[in-house]
């Protein structure tokens, strides 16, 4: 079976095309920096394998996606490569071109975006780059399915695909060099085209190094670069190397651009320049972003998400339980089978169903500001108040993905530049309120806040931000060494979502939460409804004596002082930690409500609306779910830093509770 | 024509310059700009400024970015 790999610039298209090309669904979004692991999938037509890897501007890794990427090309050999550049931005696209030409694999150009090119006024003429660089050049739209017929067809056999001849001439001194290194690595098997490797390796690459420092003795082939590079010198061609080769190869793609490129009808980005002069405005930006966030948040939960979620509600609480009633009766089911299926799996499961509408809002909210472009903007405005804290802005693209989920928005952090920015993000992900955590402040909200629920629920996503903003400037002043961050982002163009994108890409993530619903949480409510109906004096004993009373009641006592020491609320914390959704079905179980206004009245009860806040500050903080857990362990690649994020959410949300309650309780709240 | 050259924060937003010289800046930082073609000869755009002496945005062959000011001020360009 044939493989192929996908490369170019991050933002090109790339995952576009692979969604369109495979069967299989990819994360797509428009910012730098998406897609951030290798992906791979089957061909349409059943011609081979395609790998989908991360963008990148050269093959010198700056990011660890980027290193991704170039790892894949050096490690592992695709049959063929296909090579996406977007056509309104062809001159910086280029570069990368020219090094997987010499890469020497048989390659296909795609030539994406030609609508956004044309409608800049860009003509690209791709016959005359077919005719310069040697290679198939197929114009695209990669977002809209258009020309990607033709690009299958040609992949049904990848062997057609002619190998490249280009070649380009540094000038006699590298050429000189690149021989001599072509020589000293004549009989080492297993390396890709040697002229590539001489060049990447005259290029200073680091990852090309360290791949043949495993091989063969390099000190040769250094003694060689700094020859070469001293010659250059002395010669007063350029300072260095990689510098000389950079500007051999501008050269070349100025001229070719030159040919190939009709830019005298060209305009400026109008909706963009417009949109960017309002929402990126110096004094209106930031209030404009905290505006959006409220109305998304308002429709989210006042407006659209709470009367749907009260038609779920009515419909498992009513013909879905009734009926499961009924049927269970019909076929004379035993006691035990009753109550686990009515109380433990509907009441568990269902109690968080009946959120799905929100949480289904929320993701179609993420997928947009993903697929608009705004997202970039934000890290722009947030920009200020990260650096001050020790931070960049650019970490707020996986914070904002992390009120979908934290576990992917670990994932995003991938594509910062700076090692220690990506340690600062992933560790203070956890306190990005994640959407699992959603039903408890609906819950909670609607009992005690339910004129103000969209108010309450936004408080504690921006209690969120600001401890994660303050607890980054305690370690970047105390646990890391004080390099100062950099920050650099590039502004896509905006545009307009397609339905079909945004409904793709919400049902993608909202997928996981059904399928959470099925898994984690349904076994979840299996063994919490279990604990309730077993206890120590056997089976169907009263709630208050069984085991999970039992176990929750050990917790009880340390939760005494925030408000909420009962054993019902000790015994939701530690199944929370599996998924955070089962706190609201532990909830469900316990107090056998038949419907959300059941639950709602028992926990009035149980709650005051101080220790409701003091109660949704802590489930907010409290640890990161084993999930999440899993990802910082792998991104981190140690296990002191994920002990540590688990031990300081602990910390934290038990001192920011207990100031809640005790505070409150000092002000005369209650 | 006579031209002098400034660093790139004193262009008015909207103008143009051509890039002079790029000094002390991050290595990170440049080689990331020199991606995106960033370098010595290029005409570059300031855009705009951000907001609380935040970022500012540029624009070099079509394609908007945007970076802060104390490295913008490394950036020193001619204009005419």
């Given at each position: 079976m044939s493989s192929i790999a996908l490369v170019g610039n991050p933002n090109t298209g790339k995952t576009s095309l692979f969604n369109t090309l495979t069967s299989s669904y990819e994360y797509v979004g428009n910012w730098a920096g998406v897609t951030v692991e290798k992906k791979v999938g089957s061909l349409k037509n059943g011609a081979g394998k395609l790998i989908d890897l991360p963008g990148i501007y050269s093959l010198h890794p700056l990011s660890r996606d980027?290193?991704?990427?170039?790892?894949?090309?050096?490690?592992?050999?695709?049959?063929?490569?296909?090579?996406?550049?977007?056509?309104?931005?062809?001159?910086?696209?280029?570069?990368?071109?020219?090094?997987?030409?010499?890469?020497?694999?048989?390659?296909?150009?795609?030539?994406?975006?030609?609508?956004?090119?044309?409608?800049?006024?860009?003509?690209v003429n791709a016959e005359i780059l077919q005719a310069h660089l040697g290679i198939t050049v197929l114009p695209l739209v990669a977002r809209t399915g258009k020309g990607t017929g033709q690009v299958l067809s040609i992949l049904e056999k990848s062997s057609a695909i002619p190998p490249v001849t280009f070649k380009l001439f540094y000038g006699e001194v590298v050429e000189e060099?690149?021989?001599?290194?072509?020589?000293?690595?004549?009989?080492?098997?297993?390396?890709?085209?040697?002229?590539?490797?001489?060049?990447?390796?005259?290029?200073?690459?680091?990852?090309?190094?360290?791949?043949?420092?495993?091989?063969?003795?390099?000190?040769?082939?250094?003694?060689?670069?700094?020859?070469?590079?001293?010659?250059?010198?002395?010669?007063?061609?350029?300072?260095?190397?990689?510098?000389?080769?950079?500007?051999?190869?501008?050269?070349?793609?100025?001229?070719?651009?030159?040919?190939?490129?009709?830019?005298?009808?060209?305009?400026?980005?109008?909706?963009?320049?417009?949109?960017?002069?309002?929402?990126?405005?110096?004094?209106?930006?930031?209030?404009?972003?905290?505006v959006f966030m409220y109305a998304l948040f308002k429709t989210t939960f006042d407006w659209v998400g709470g009367p749907l979620s009260d038609l779920v509600d009515g419909l498992i609480s009513g013909p879905i339980s009734d009926g499961t009633v009924s049927m269970l009766q019909y076929l004379g089911a035993s006691n035990f089978t009753h109550a686990l299926i009515v109380d433990g799996i509907i009441g568990g499961v269902g109690g968080v169903l009946v959120f799905v509408p929100q949480i289904f809002i929320l993701f179609l909210i993420i997928s947009f500001l993903e697929d608009s472009g705004y997202m970039a903007r934000v890290c722009l405005l947030m920009d200020s108040t990260m650096e001050r804290m020790g931070l960049n802005g650019k970490a707020f693209i996986p914070f904002i993905i992390g009120f979908g989920c934290n576990v992917p928005a670990i994932m995003a952090a991938r594509s910062i530049e700076q090692p220690k920015d990506r340690m600062l993000t992933t560790l203070l992900m956890p306190l990005m309120s994640c959407s699992a955590r959603l039903p408890v402040y609906l819950l909670f909200a609607a009992v005690f806040f339910p004129e103000r629920q969209a108010t309450a629920v936004l408080s504690m996503y921006v209690m969120g931000i600001v401890f994660a903003l303050i607890l980054c400037k305690v370690f970047s002043k105390y646990l890391f060494k004080n390099?100062?961050?950099?920050?650099?982002?590039?502004?896509?163009?905006?545009?307009?979502?397609?339905i079909k994108t945004l409904s793709r890409s919400t049902w993608e993530k909202g997928k996981g939460f059904l399928r959470k619903a099925g898994t984690i949480i349904l076994a979840g409510s299996v063994i919490i409804w279990l604990m309730s109906y077993a206890g120590p004096g056997g089976f169907d004993v009263a709630m208050d004596n069984s085991f999970l009373a039992k176990f929750g009641g050990m917790i009880a006592p340390l939760l005494e002082p925030l408000g909420f020491g009962t054993w019902q609320a000790g015994s939701t914390l530690v199944p929370g930690f599996l998924a955070k959704e089962v706190v609201v079905s532990t909830m469900n179980i316990i107090?056998?409500?038949?419907?959300?206004?059941?639950?709602?009245?028992?926990?009035?009860?149980?709650?005051?609306?101080?220790?409701?806040?003091?109660?949704?500050?802590?489930?907010?903080?409290?640890?990161?779910?084993?999930?999440?857990?899993?990802?910082?362990?792998?991104?981190?690649?140690?296990?002191?830093?994920?002990?540590?994020?688990?031990?300081?959410?602990?910390?934290?949300?038990?001192?920011?509770?207990?100031?809640?309650?005790?505070?409150?309780?000092?002000?005369?709240?209650? | 024509m006579a031209s002098t050259s400034c660093s790139l924060l004193r262009l008015q937003p909207g103008s143009t310059g051509s890039i002079h010289r790029i000094e002390g800046m991050n290595p990170i930082l440049q080689r990331r700009l020199a991606d995106l073609g960033v370098a010595e000869g290029v005409i570059?755009?300031?855009?705009?400024?951000?907001?609380?002496?935040?970022?500012?945005?540029?624009?070099?062959?079509?394609?908007?970015?945007?970076?802060?000011?104390?490295?913008?001020?490394?950036?020193?360009?001619?204009v005419s």
């Open positions: 980027e290193g991704v990427a170039a790892q894949y090309l050096i490690e592992e050999s695709p049959e063929a490569l296909i090579n996406i550049v977007d056509a309104s931005q062809l001159e910086r696209n280029l570069l990368l071109t020219l090094q997987l030409l010499e890469y020497g694999k048989p390659t296909l150009l795609g030539l994406n975006m030609i609508d956004v090119a044309k409608a800049r006024g860009i003509h060099a690149i021989s001599s290194i072509i020589k000293e690595l004549q009989h080492t098997p297993g390396l890709p085209t040697l002229r590539w490797v001489a060049l990447q390796l005259l290029e200073q690459n680091p990852v090309i190094l360290q791949f043949l420092k495993t091989r063969v003795d390099t000190s040769r082939l250094l003694t060689i670069c700094a020859a070469c590079q001293s010659e250059l010198q002395i010669k007063k061609l350029a300072l260095t190397l990689p510098q000389w080769i950079r500007s051999t190869r501008m050269d070349y793609i100025r001229s070719l651009c030159d040919a190939a490129l009709d830019t005298t009808a060209q305009k400026p980005h109008n909706l963009t320049e417009r949109l960017d002069s309002l929402l990126t405005h110096r004094f209106l930006g930031l209030p404009l972003f905290i390099e100062s961050s950099i920050f650099i982002i590039e502004l896509p163009p905006y545009r307009l979502p397609q107090y056998h409500a038949p419907d959300s206004a059941g639950l709602e009245s028992q926990i009035s009860q149980v709650f005051t609306p101080l220790s409701s806040i003091s109660f949704m500050a802590f489930i907010l903080l409290y640890i990161p779910c084993l999930a999440t857990v899993g990802v910082i362990k792998k991104e981190t690649a140690s296990w002191k830093w994920t002990f540590f994020s688990m031990g300081y959410s602990v910390v934290l949300a038990y001192s920011v509770s207990l100031i809640i309650f005790q505070g409150g309780k000092l002000l005369g709240w209650s | 570059i755009r300031l855009k705009g400024k951000g907001p609380f002496l935040g970022p500012i945005t540029l624009e070099c062959n079509g394609q908007l970015f945007a970076i802060r000011r104390k490295e913008a001020s490394m950036i020193e360009v001619n």
